[in-house]
């Protein structure tokens, strides 16, 4: 799966919660764009960015889709523990 086709529910259908680990989401979309440490956990984040234009009159308005995927994961285990999808069109 790559990114830009996920959505919340695909993304937890394969990566199950408490069985994941770090290795399993780095085997399916490599190394991280961003990891961060929030409390007694890490989290990665992974982006997507499509851009198009569209022609409005005389003007290109630049539209398309963007997707951020955040992997919660306990920090001393490296268990999956949360997924976040956020996406946006425009």
């Not at 408490?18 to 982006?47: C, H, L, N």
Request: zero cysteines; charged letters at 25%.
């Amino acid at each position: 799966m790559k990114l830009e086709d996920a959505t919340q529910e695909s993304l937890v259908d394969q990566f199950k919660l408490e069985v994941t680990t770090r290795d399993d989401v780095v085997g399916q979309f490599g190394p991280p764009d961003k990891k961060i440490t929030a409390g007694s956990m890490e989290v990665w984040t992974y982006s997507y960015k499509s851009t198009a234009y569209v022609i409005v009159g005389f003007a290109s308005v630049p539209t398309g889709t963007s997707k951020s995927a955040n992997f919660y994961f306990d920090e001393k285990t490296g268990v999956l523990k949360k997924i976040e999808l956020e996406a946006h069109r425009g």
